[in-house]
């Protein structure tokens, strides 16, 4: 088992100059590893990706994954966002880690085939990306995420059974799947063989503020927060949400599962690195999930 962290509530709003603090803290609360999202790892040090491999090494921790959304509803935004991603699975070979992960961007803009041909495309998509993957010696997992095709469950299934699992695994996100409306036990136990990467993420639909912010403000809840879900709900540290980790945890383990478990919490209302040990302490000790670090101490 390993532990890793997304990047977002150190460096949300383009803050990168929080990278190194990230890594420190990450460092002293016992993390494996660091997710990447942003392109700007890879502008940094796509040039000397030993520095940046010397970096983590000083930390003990690696890239646990870079994921890329890829743009599967514009055949111009199609060529130069699988460019982009084939550029940032390069950088992770070059650097010698191991997984990467692809979704499904810009899921707003308008379909110009029918669902089916369109989740048939993308299946497609996805196993030839993995064939580019696979011949750089990496994993490659489709991530799931509310606010695109797949963001509930006929459409996921229908993709999923398309996918060459030897090509794409699938990153199941708990989080994603309780917004999308998803029963996350029985989603995971179903595809448990499949999953090749976890994000363990927590969801409320509670405690979220109603009425007007101020008079003649905005009225909330609404639909126009990050990834559009302040009508949906509002991420928190693990184990204070609705997702049913325990249920979860029990599926992977009696299939098991032994890989990365990463929590990339968009906001929280703690410091970062409290937020971090907070999740932490519920992976020990709320739900008896250990890596080899921990045990170490």
């Avoid at 646990?64 to 514009?74: I, L, P």
Wanted: glycine content about 10%; hydrophobic content about 35%; some cysteine.
């Amino acid at each position: 088992m390993k532990f890793g962290f997304g990047t977002q509530i150190w460096l949300g709003d383009n803050h990168f100059e929080n990278f190194y603090r990230m890594l420190d803290e990450l460092a002293l609360e016992g993390l494996d590893g660091v997710e990447i999202c942003y392109p700007f790892l890879y502008q940094w040090y796509s040039r000397n990706p030993g520095e940046l491999r010397r970096l983590l090494d000083m930390h003990g921790l690696e890239l646990s994954s870079y994921y890329v959304g890829v743009c599967f509803r514009d055949e111009d935004l199609h060529k130069s966002t699988v460019e982009e991603a084939k550029s940032r699975y390069r950088f992770m070979s070059e650097l010698g880690y191991e997984n990467v992960l692809i979704d499904e961007a810009y899921g707003a803009l308008p379909l110009k085939c029918s669902l089916s041909d369109h989740i048939k495309r993308v299946a497609e998509g996805a196993n030839l990306m993995g064939e580019f993957v696979n011949s750089l010696g990496l994993t490659l997992s489709w991530h799931n995420h509310w606010g695109n095709t797949f963001e509930t469950q006929e459409p996921f299934e229908e993709f999923a059974a398309q996918l060459d699992n030897n090509l794409c695994g699938l990153c199941i996100d708990v989080g994603q799947l309780k917004l999308g409306g998803f029963d996350e036990v029985s989603t995971v136990a179903r595809h448990a063989a499949r999953i090749k990467f976890m994000h363990y993420k927590d969801v409320t639909f509670k405690g979220r503020p109603a009425g007007r912010l101020y008079p003649n403000g905005p009225e909330v809840p609404t639909n126009t927060g990050a990834y559009t879900v302040d009508a949906k709900g509002r991420w928190v540290e693990l184990g204070r949400g609705e997702v049913d980790f325990p249920g979860v945890t029990k599926a992977l383990l009696d299939a098991g599962y032994d890989g990365w478990f990463v929590d990339d919490l968009d906001s929280t209302s703690y410091s970062a690195r409290e937020s971090v040990a907070a999740c932490k302490d519920y992976l020990n000790n709320g739900l008896g999930i250990w890596t080899a670090k921990d045990r170490l101490k």
